[in-house]
């Protein structure tokens, strides 16, 4: 039995996202205690930027001409898709960044999705348990005056549900910039709130998550 887990926050002391993601990770090891937990963490150690070019531009180039850095781009790929095919669970923790997706998010997915495996034709992740962890510095719901802004949660769930087919459970907790800035201040109350909401949300998740590999 094991745990994948992706963290992607750039500021891993005081990340909201791995905060919450912790609380979803001791729910499935309280679970399945001593099982195995495989991590990534895309900020500290991030996908080369040439690698999604150098694993596409090797499927249109015979083996015996690929270079070493395309057969280095296929074998990064091989193990990123490995990582998600031999887990039971899947936990990935994504903050927003400037309104769209983490870019070290982003080429993590773009590489994986070159393996043949977890393309849209391939099955290997359809149906596997995945939780989705993902916090906004501001809030975005529907009413608020940005709604819509947040680009992230919306391409995250479509990839991963809908193309990788996971069965997907996404947490999100905003306003996890309120008490940094002050601009924010009014809405303290609201933010704790939603941080009290996120936490419970997460703690389901884990359970869920665990659950459905009992």
């Known amino acids: 039995m094991s745990l994948f887990r992706l963290d992607a926050s750039i500021m891993p002391a005081t990340s909201a996202s791995r905060a919450l993601g912790d609380l979803v990770e ?41 270079t070493e850095a395309q057969k280095a781009a296929l074998a990064l790929r091989t193990r990123l898709a490995d990582e ?7 936990l990935l923790t994504i903050p927003l960044y400037n309104y769209g997706v983490s870019q070290h998010a982003k080429l ?13 034709q391939g099955t290997a992740l359809r149906g596997k348990p995945a939780t989705l962890v993902t916090v906004l510095g501001g809030n975005y719901d529907v009413g608020t005056p940005k709604e819509g802004w947040d680009h992230s949660t919306g ?7 809908d193309v990788w087919g996971l069965d997907l459970t996404v947490v999100t907790r905003p306003f996890t910039l309120v008490g940094v800035n002050p601009a924010l201040d009014a809405f303290a109350d609201t933010a704790a709130q939603l941080k009290a909401d996120a936490e419970d949300a997460a703690r389901d998740a884990g359970r869920s998550l665990a659950a459905a590999r009992a």
Request: charged content about 25%; overall charge negative; aromatic content about 10%.
């Open 84 to 90: 998600l095919i031999d887990a039971d669970a899947i």
């Open 26 to 66: 001791q729910e499935w090891l309280d679970a399945h205690p001593g099982t195995e937990v495989v991590r990534r963490d895309v900020a500290a150690d991030p996908i080369p930027s040439t690698a999604w070019t150098d694993a596409v531009s090797a499927g249109f180039t015979p083996a015996e001409h690929h």
């Open 108 to 120: 993590w997915f773009d590489l994986a999705y070159t393996d043949p495996r977890i393309d849209p």
């Open 155 to 161: 391409w995250l769930r479509r990839v991963l549900e």
